[in-house]
C-alpha cells in the first residue's frame, strides 16, 4: 500500500505556517503553538505588551518589547526557567515561530538580551505596576467571549521558598522558612484576578486592601455599563466589604477572636478567605 498523503495543518494566528514531519528538523517544543493559538485570539501578550514602558536608549534594538514578552512567558511555559536557556531556544523553530518579528526568519532574543528584558524593563517602577493589574485585562478580555452572572472572590496567602541573598527574602515563622509571602486573588473559575509579592515575615492580611478593592472598583465599572444588569456584581456590596475588612485586619492569625480557617482541611501552606460579591451578605 502506498504512503497516504495529507495537506499540511495550519494554524490561525499566520497562515504561512505548515505543520509537517520532517525527520532532520525536530523542536520538543511545537506544543507552543497551542498556546500561541489561543493568545492570538485573546490578545493576551500583545495587550500586555502595549502598556509596557521601553526603558532601552540604544538605537540598536533587535526585538520589539511584544516579542521579548513572549520569549519569556512561552520559555516558561516550556518548562525553561533559567534565562540561560534562551541562547539555545533563539535557534529552536518553535520559539522562533511563536516570538514572531525579527525571530521568525533570523533568532529570537539570546540570553543577555532577555536578561537586561526582565531585570531592566520589566523591573521598572511603571512596568511593575502595569503587570500588577495585567491578569485582570486578561480576565475582561475572556469575558467578552464568556458571559459572566456572578463573582465569587477566593484571597488566598502562599508560601514561595527562597535560596540565598534575595531582596525582599524573610523567614516565616508560620511556614517555617526563608520566603516571600505572596498575597492571591482568584475568581470562582480559578482565575487569578490581581497579586501582590511581599516580604516573607509579612502577617497574612498585609496589604490585602491593594489586592481586593482595585478588582472590586473594576467590576464595579462593568456593572454599571452593563444596562441590563447581566451582570449581578457590586450593586450593593459595601457590607461584603466591610465585613472581610472587620475580619481580615484585626491580626494576621485572630479573626474577631477565632483563628482563621484553612482554605484545605489539613493542607498548612495556604490561608484563605472567600467572600461572593454577587449579593451583599446576610444576617
Known sequence: MGDSHHDPLRVDFDRKIKLEFHGSTVTSDAGLLAYREHDDALELTSTAASGLQDTRTGQNTQHTLTALLRQSIYSRLAGYEDVNDAD???????????????????????????????????????????????????????????????????????VSETYGQQQGSAYNGYFACLCYHPLFLFNQFGDLERVMLRRGNHPSAKFWRRVLLPVIERYRDRDSATADGGVAVLSAQRSSVCALRSSHCRSPTRSAGKPIQDSTAGSS???????????????
Open 88 to 158: 539555545r531556544l533563539c535557534l529552536d523553530p518553535a520559539m522562533r515561530i511563536v516570538v514572531d518579528g525579527r525571530a521568525k526568519n533570523q533568532t529570537a532574543a539570546s540570553a543577555s538580551e532577555m536578561a537586561r528584558f526582565e531585570r531592566q524593563t520589566l523591573s521598572s517602577k511603571e512596568n511593575l505596576k502595569h503587570l500588577m493589574g495585567l491578569s485582570g485585562r486578561w480576565i475582561d478580555q475572556a469575558h467578552q467571549h464568556r458571559r459572566l452572572t456572578k463573582l465569587i472572590l477566593d484571597m488566598d496567602s502562599s
Open 269 to 283: 501552606r495556604s490561608r484563605s478567605k472567600t467572600t461572593s460579591v454577587g449579593e451583599p451578605s446576610r444576617k
